[in-house]
């Protein structure tokens, strides 16, 4: 049968989002899995980019679904007459460096930080993640599909597509730091790691230990646990206090499911915020060029390290397009990061006489080493290297159930294009706010007030949600921004 992957998206409910989809687990069949990876290869082959015989790496996070969908998407391989390779059960951006390295794509099973109820599939052409226009093609694709493959189930006949794991992408990974960092950097230094069900844990201790650090497991869980390093769990926030409190560590380090959003934390147990933890990386290897979400935290702009901080819209592809343009034809250190933690190295990047080879797709190791040694340069702890910093602080939350078409037609009322009317709009539907002086439509609608206080709107891209993100200069205001502004968007729908 004959099968239109843009058709298949309305019809499976799972969706393209950041660099790949995602969906329920009972709507991610083997059919449908295995459909998704024909058309990405189809798309590959069509632009040339590998040919019959390829390898196709493949890789999973620990949810209880990601090993049937990798048996599919080796299913997929094998029916086109490419190699799949197994690489186990290993970080997203450990999968995507090992195809940059290799020069052959890489798909990793994820959902992220998403609930085990749902998960995805990640592509990552032989030059990098899958950016806006590679999936515009893939969704273009029509893909054939032998009915003979699949049970009436959707299930695929053959349970065993997958060769045994190959360690190699994991220990290229392991290595890319322990060959970058000065040897024992982090000797003295007592480090808690949360692992809870975090693809990263096995290799981000062994990375640790390596570099000389004390390291104590934490939190260790054999069930899927949901952690976002952009809306932390109150238990984690809690958690994170005790063990500080317990333990004396220098900080506490943790990342998402697949490892690409860090989560890190002071001596004190307080988790950083994403782009915080990221300008300070920046900040570490003194990038000439910094490319961030227009919805991060204004502080890199006002620290001046970097020549130059490029804004975008929200999404690591618009991240990555931004780098790549900024690189050209430049011998410049450039990087970027997202609201997320998430760390993105476009050029590579030399300090006494060692080489970090570029890795432009969300990573989350580099974030915590960087921190670490920063403040230990500096000779303070990381909660009096975060006081050192220009005083802004950022507040994210959002309306739920709040349907993106209303979301975008009200939003549409305040940007027809007339500043001052703009403004006044504004002005009118939030009375209680100092006098706006500033507009920014890169991505949703973003306000800078008189006061320097900002107010941004936007309707989330992967599901019905309004989203406020606020920055003042302190962060009890920047919550009470926030606050009062999805008090009176509560009644906009």
Request: charged content about 20%; aromatic content about 6%.
């Amino acid at each position: 049968m004959k099968i239109n992957i843009d058709q298949l998206m309305i019809a499976s409910g799972v969706q393209f989002g950041t660099s790949g989809v995602r969906g329920l687990v009972k709507d991610m069949t083997d059919k449908v899995c295995f459909a998704y990876v024909t058309g990405f290869l189809q798309y590959l082959q069509a632009e040339q980019l590998i040919t019959t015989g390829s390898k196709v790496g493949i890789a999973g996070d620990l949810r209880s679904s990601s090993p049937q969908i990798m048996n599919a998407a080796a299913a997929a391989c094998i029916e086109l007459g490419f190699e799949p390779v197994n690489y186990g059960f290993i970080p997203s951006p450990a999968i995507a460096l090992f195809g940059l390295h290799q020069k052959i794509p890489t798909i990793m099973v994820t959902g992220s930080h998403i609930p085990d109820d749902r998960n995805g599939i990640k592509f990552n052409t032989p030059a990098g993640e899958l950016l806006k226009q590679d999936e515009q093609a893939v969704k273009l694709q029509q893909v054939d599909i032998l009915e003979n493959l699949f049970s009436a189930e959707d299930k695929l006949l053959q349970l065993s597509c997958l060769p045994i794991i190959c360690k190699e992408a994991e220990e290229h990974y392991i290595q890319r730091f322990i060959d970058f960092l000065p040897a024992d950097c982090l000797q003295g230094k007592h480090i808690g790691l949360y692992e809870h069900s975090s693809v990263s844990r096995d290799c981000l201790k062994t990375i640790l230990q390596q570099l000389g650090a004390q390291v104590t497991s934490l939190g260790r869980s054999e069930k899927f646990v949901s952690v976002d390093t952009e809306a932390i769990r109150p238990q984690d926030i809690s958690l994170a206090k005790q063990w500080a409190q317990q333990h004396k560590f220098d900080c506490i380090i943790s990342t998402d499911g697949d490892g690409d959003r860090p989560l890190v934390s002071d001596e004190k147990g307080n988790w950083l915020r994403g782009d915080i933890a990221g300008v300070l990386c920046a900040n570490y290897f003194n990038a000439n060029i910094v490319v961030t979400p227009i919805s991060s935290n204004t502080v890199v702009d006002k620290m001046g390290f970097s020549e130059q901080v490029i804004r975008t819209k929200i999404g690591s592809p618009y991240v990555i397009n931004a780098m790549q343009q900024a690189s050209e034809n430049n011998t410049k250190i450039v990087v970027g990061y997202e609201a997320n933690g998430g760390f993105l190295q476009q050029t590579l990047i030399q300090q006494n006489e060692k080489i970090l080879s570029p890795l432009p797709t969300r990573d989350a190791v580099i974030v915590p080493l960087t921190i670490l040694l920063l403040a230990q340069q500096r000779k303070r702890t990381i909660s009096e290297l975060l006081n050192d910093l220009p005083q802004r602080y950022t507040y994210s939350d959002r309306l739920k159930d709040f349907p993106t078409e209303v979301s975008r037609r009200i939003l549409s009322t305040m940007m027809t294009g007339n500043i001052e009317s703009d403004l006044a709009t504004f002005k009118n539907q939030f009375p209680d706010l100092t006098k706006p002086i500033l507009i920014d439509t890169t991505d949703g609608i973003r306000i800078t007030l008189e006061n320097s206080e900002i107010v941004h709107f936007r309707p989330s891209g992967n599901a019905p949600e309004l989203r406020c993100y606020t920055e003042a200069n302190n962060e009890g205001r920047a919550k009470e921004l926030n606050e009062l502004c999805l008090t009176i968007m509560k009644g906009w729908c």
